[in-house]
């Protein structure tokens, strides 16, 4: 019977929230991911911007006049009128941009364009990050309400005893109000456990973009395997090429472009002018060119502008890689330090605690300890487990952060989730 009814509880989660893999859950943020949609859509209006401004900058202007006259002929005191003759006159003026405006328009769109595909390559580093704590989050805050439950279970029983006692005249007043109130904190303690389970079940609806009532469930491992830190230099050496400091050199780039284009906007166009006349019936053809001069106005505020702008782009750029160097520092130490108590309670504390447990049943089941004392011998080990989460907490975070800092963390995903989606 008990059979049964595991099986059709664990069909009617198959069927109301399916299943992914970490794998399943990235392709599905991938995809659905609202930041990822919006950068992607970004890229693509800054290729086609690009792709616009293939085309030459000017238009010629062709414009056109006529009209008739008739020449007045004196003949002795008489005027004398000759036919009207047709009067037309046609010009066509060309701008050209001689200040290399034009390449260098095309210039600064390329590098907008490589702005826009670089900040969709850090929002998918950052989202893979953010999406693995999620999930690892979620694992852990769960195990870490049953624990809690636990607990509380503990001291509920612990104060029933106390009561117990109590009526037998064997406790005292205190010790009830104690027990009592230790079973209240060990409730508080578990809707506090529950409140961060739910809010990291919130982030990762956020994260891979579901909004359909029915959460999936991700099969994971309560944490990710902890190799031994890797040395400090080898990931310095990928620091230049994180994809914060890539945008930010590219933002200097592009901040070059735009001064470039500025002073080319200095120098003013060169206009074309051909110009042809038909009066009199006579034809004329004429032609020149014409260009300002650039004595006084040179496009100086812009210029002086996006110069000061590229000092403030070099200042941040040496600001992004200190703050790199520095979160990278701090967690590689923090995760050194974790991993050895990650070990320390797998190795020692843990088992020893177990073992501890294993020798008290023994006792009571043989009448030689009494309820309180198992109980105690339970609690001491579900505290030294809920001591090992934390671990595992710190742990998975700066084991995550060195990958992130090391941009160790796929970007693409191999294969996109089969079925349905939100």
């Known amino acids: 019977m008990l059979f049964v009814w595991l099986f059709s509880a664990a069909l009617v989660r198959a069927e109301g929230s399916p299943s992914l893999t970490p794998q399943q859950a990235w392709s599905f943020a991938y995809k659905h991911n609202p930041t990822l949609r919006q950068l992607r859509a970004q890229s693509l209006v800054a290729q086609a911007r690009q792709q616009g401004l293939t085309a030459f900058p000017t238009n010629p202007t062709l414009t ?4 008739a006259q008739a020449q007045t002929l004196q003949q002795g005191s008489t005027p004398n ?16 941009p001689i200040g290399g405006r034009w390449s260098r328009n095309q210039q600064a769109a390329k590098i907008a364009f490589e702005i826009t595909r670089l900040r969709l390559q850090q929002a998918k580093l950052a989202i ?39 009526a037998l005249g064997d406790g005292t007043r205190l010790e009830q109000q104690m ?24 982030q990762l609806r956020l994260l891979l973009g579901w909004y359909t009532p029915t959460f999936p469930h991700v099969d994971i491992p309560i944490a990710p395997q902890f190799p ?43 206009t074309l002018v051909m110009l042809y006349a038909y009066s009199m019936g006579a034809h004329v053809l004429r032609g020149g060119i014409e260009i300002a001069l650039p004595l006084w106005w040179r496009n100086q505020p812009a210029v ?14 040496e600001q992004i890689r200190l703050r790199l160097l520095a979160r990278l520092h ?8 974790a991993r050895r108590v990650v070990l320390a309670f797998q190795s020692q504390i843990l088992p020893q605690l177990q073992k501890q447990l294993d020798l008290i049943e023994q006792g009571y089941r043989a009448g030689q300890i009494d309820l309180i004392r198992l109980l105690t011998a339970r609690q001491s080990l579900e505290k030294g487990q809920l001591g090992y989460l934390q671990a595992l907490e710190q742990a998975t975070q700066t084991h995550i952060e060195l990958r992130w800092l090391g941009a160790q963390i796929p970007i693409h995903p191999n294969h996109s989730v089969k079925g349905s989606t939100p």
Do not use: C
């Not at 230790?182 to 919130?202: F, K, N, T």
């Open 228 to 270: 031994p830190p890797p040395l400090l230099a080898s990931i310095e050496q990928k620091i230049p090429h994180h994809p914060n400091l890539q945008l930010a050199h590219a933002h200097l780039r592009h901040t070059q472009a735009e001064l470039a284009l500025a002073e080319s906007l200095a120098i003013p166009d060169l």
């Open 64 to 67: 056109f006049e006529g009209g």
């Open 304 to 317: 002086a502008s996006l110069r000061a702008q590229i000092l403030q782009r070099r200042v941040e750029i």
């Open 179 to 202: 027990a009592l109130l230790e079973a209240l904190q060990a409730q508080q303690q578990v809707l506090q456990s529950d409140s961060r389970r739910l809010q990291a079940i919130q």
């Open 81 to 96: 009128t000759a036919p009207w003759q047709p009067d037309i006159e046609t010009a066509l003026r060309w701008d050209m």
């Open 330 to 337: 701090t967690a590689h130490q923090r995760y050194t330090l």
């Open 128 to 166: 893979h990050r953010d999406l693995l704590l999620a999930l690892y989050t979620t694992r852990q805050t769960s195990r870490e309400v049953e624990i809690y439950r636990s607990l509380a279970d503990f001291h509920q029983r612990i104060a029933q005893l106390t009561l117990q006692r109590k």
